[in-house]
């Protein structure tokens, strides 16, 4: 999920040029496929990073869940 909390505070002209341009491109550049270690270290130390999970393992049995699960860092 991506937050932009000063979107709504722009007009719609300013918000595709300074906001929306740049969400694109993230949403681009950011797949489930990307290895979460590999892009915490392309990253600045300031940004948070959440998620990189597929949401149908969140579906599976606990058994399956807890067998698989691996630490990120």
Not at 3 to 18: A, P, Q
Not at 30 to 49: G, M
Not at 58 to 69: E, H, Y
Request: proline share 4%; glycine share 6%.
């Amino acid at each position: 999920m991506i937050l932009d909390t000063c979107g709504g505070v722009l007009s719609g002209k300013n918000h595709r040029i300074f906001s929306l341009n740049y969400m694109h491109q993230i949403i681009e550049g950011l797949t489930r496929e990307i290895d979460i270690r590999e892009l915490q270290h392309r990253l600045e130390d300031n940004v948070a990073l959440r998620g990189n999970i597929d949401p149908a393992v969140l579906c599976m049995p606990q058994n399956l869940l807890l067998k698989n699960k691996s630490p990120l860092f």
